[in-house]
């Protein structure tokens, strides 16, 4: 395990479908972020995963947006009814702890684009 | 409410120089705080960071100087390189109710010019 994978890479889709990213973080870490990014923005939070449990969801993430984090090892995005607006780089980072702070180690990001 | 700040969009610099890349934040209550280079299609990559307790922090080309009363914080690259060419990211980080969050700036994007 070398580092924090992604799938699909990238996404094209027509509005209003679903669309589901998957993340595979570091195998010992048990912190999980997620984080969208648009053109000329930094990263920007929308969820937070310690272990299986969702700690905290941003106020980005509106109720189309669902995340799940099962045994607490790989983590799902779905995205449901796509918009235009949700075009974005879908960014997924992970990090030991609890306890600790320290650098996110992200993947290579999930870029979907809605036609 | 940009708790983090890089307010210059772009930087160019010719190769074997100094780049400074500047960052200002608002929130006291950040401890820790990284740099995070990008290229483009691709997920950041680690850089270098500095604890609040600190206030520089030298890796190889790379240092971080923190300045704690001004809430300002710069990384100096040097000798800078054509392959340093990439959008770089300010982050700052606080435990908030159990829960490390980090707070990512826009990013400035550094030319480095051979």
């Known amino acids: 395990d070398t580092g924090v994978s992604q799938d699909p890479r990238h996404k094209i889709t027509k509005r209003g479908q679903n669309v589901t990213f998957r993340c595979d973080p570091i195998?010992?870490?048990?912190?999980l972020y997620w984080y969208r990014q648009t053109l000329g923005q930094g990263p920007e939070f929308l969820t937070y995963f310690q272990n299986e449990a969702q700690l905290e969801k941003s106020r980005l993430l509106s109720d189309r947006f669902s995340a799940e984090r099962p045994k607490g090892s790989f983590s799902t995005l779905e995205i449901q009814r796509t918009e235009q607006g949700d075009s974005a780089m879908y960014l997924c980072a992970s990090a030991p702890g609890p306890g600790v702070t320290g650098e996110l180690f992200f993947g290579e990001g999930s870029r979907l684009t809605v036609l | 409410d940009q708790q983090v700040k890089q307010n210059s969009p772009s930087l160019s610099v010719q190769e074997g120089r100094i780049s400074i890349l500047n960052c200002d934040y608002t929130?006291?209550?950040?401890?820790?705080f990284l740099w995070y280079k990008k290229y483009p299609a691709e997920g950041p990559t680690f850089l270098i960071s500095i604890s609040s307790i600190k206030d520089k922090n030298e890796d190889g080309r790379f240092t971080v100087f923190l300045n704690k009363s001004a809430k300002h914080l710069s990384l100096h690259i040097v000798p800078s390189q054509p392959g340093d060419s990439a959008v770089y990211f300010c982050a700052a980080s606080y435990l908030n109710s159990g829960t490390y969050k980090y707070i990512f700036g826009t990013g400035t994007r550094l030319k480095v010019l051979a």
């Open positions: 195998s010992e870490h048990n912190r």
């Open positions: 929130n006291s209550m950040f401890d820790y």
